[in-house]
């Protein structure tokens, strides 16, 4: 990674395409010149980006923004929901038609809308695997809905053995459950259990807050995955990770 001057003790960062260290950024229906300005501003930190839940339905110009991403060799995939309500409606083939149509070659697979036998989605998730790379998602979109831990190891273990590349830890937008409490703290007995059974590096933790980001870095270091990240954050992510902010100014810093 080259930066504008040099300064020592800067934790090294994986090279693009990244296997870990991997920022997604949540689009919620940004303009065709505000994705052009996202690349322009952050093309070196951003490895995928998700079209939020459905709004690749209504986003005006999509192919146009499409073509933005692609033209920087930024991956899009489109959220979770959407896929969702294709199969709530028995139109999975249609989905598979409309990836191919805008030439995504990425896809989440998620079921916190709809009640999804788990074996259901794991067949859903080899699909898509032999068309495009997949990311799943596991935990519970609703306040108040606790997922024992071994439930959400032997998710996250079958949906990776059906072929998802990543699997993301759920916390929505707000980043206020599954992962979280609904004060947006971490469930640390949660989590030290997932990391414990599956490769951190195999999990994005959606952290769409600060406190959050700074949690994971101090965790697992720079190089770990993190999503649901806002366009307008992601030089003070990279930053976060390096260490050039109050949260984590002495984590990579000698101990002396």
Same mark, same amino acid.
């Given at each position: 990674?080259?930066?504008?001057?040099?300064?020592?003790?800067?934790?090294?960062?994986?090279?693009?395409?990244?296997?870990?260290?991997?920022?997604?950024?949540?689009?919620?229906?940004?303009?065709?010149?505000?994705?052009?300005?996202?690349?322009?501003?952050?093309?070196?930190?951003?490895?995928?980006?998700?079209?939020?839940?459905?709004?690749?339905?209504?986003?005006?110009?999509?192919?146009?923004?499409?073509?933005?991403?692609?033209?920087?060799?930024?991956?899009?995939?489109?959220?979770?929901?959407?896929?969702?309500?294709?199969?709530?409606?028995?139109?999975?083939?249609?989905?598979?038609?409309?990836?191919?149509?805008? #030439?995504?070659?990425? +896809?989440? !697979?998620?079921? %916190?809308? @709809?009640?999804?036998?788990?074996?259901?989605?794991? $067949?859903?998730?080899?699909?898509?695997?032999?068309?495009?790379?997949?990311?799943?998602?596991?935990?519970?979109?609703?306040?108040?809905?606790?997922?024992?831990?071994?439930?959400?190891?032997?998710?996250?273990?079958?949906?990776?053995?059906?072929?998802?590349?990543?699997?993301?830890?759920?916390?929505?937008?707000?980043?206020?459950?599954?992962?979280?409490?609904?004060?947006?703290?971490?469930?640390?007995?949660?989590?030290?259990?997932?990391?414990?059974?599956?490769?951190?590096?195999?999990?994005?933790?959606?952290?769409?807050?600060?406190?959050?980001?700074?949690?994971?870095? #101090?965790?697992?270091? +720079?190089? !770990?995955?993190? %999503?649901? @990240?806002?366009?307008?954050?992601?030089?003070?992510? $990279?930053?976060?990770?390096?260490?050039?902010?109050?949260?984590?100014?002495?984590?990579?810093?000698?101990?002396?």
């Amino acid at each position: 990674m080259k930066y504008n001057f040099d300064i020592d003790h800067i934790p090294a960062r994986s090279e693009k395409p990244r296997q870990k260290g991997i920022t997604m950024v949540m689009d919620k229906g940004l303009s065709v010149n505000e994705a052009q300005n996202l690349i322009d501003s952050g093309e070196a930190y951003i490895d995928v980006v998700k079209l939020g839940f459905g709004s690749s339905l209504v986003t005006p110009n999509l192919e146009k923004k499409l073509a933005v991403y692609r033209a920087a060799n930024i991956p899009v995939y489109l959220g979770g929901t959407l896929i969702e309500a294709f199969i709530a409606r028995n139109k999975f083939d249609d989905y598979l038609r409309l990836l191919e149509k805008l #030439k995504i070659t990425f +896809a989440e !697979v998620s079921d %916190g809308s @709809i009640e999804l036998p788990h074996q259901k989605k794991c $067949e859903y998730i080899s699909t898509l695997a032999k068309h495009v790379k997949v990311v799943s998602e596991v935990g519970s979109k609703e306040e108040g809905i606790l997922i024992h831990p071994a439930m959400w190891i032997k998710m996250m273990q079958a949906e990776l053995e059906a072929g998802a590349w990543k699997v993301i830890a759920e916390a929505r937008e707000s980043g206020t459950v599954g992962i979280y409490r609904p004060n947006g703290k971490a469930h640390v007995v949660l989590i030290n259990k997932i990391v414990n059974k599956i490769n951190v590096d195999n999990i994005i933790w959606e952290a769409p807050q600060k406190s959050q980001q700074a949690y994971f870095i #101090k965790l697992f270091g +720079a190089d !770990v995955n993190l %999503g649901n @990240i806002a366009p307008n954050e992601i030089i003070a992510l $990279e930053s976060l990770r390096l260490g050039m902010r109050s949260d984590s100014f002495f984590q990579f810093l000698p101990k002396k």
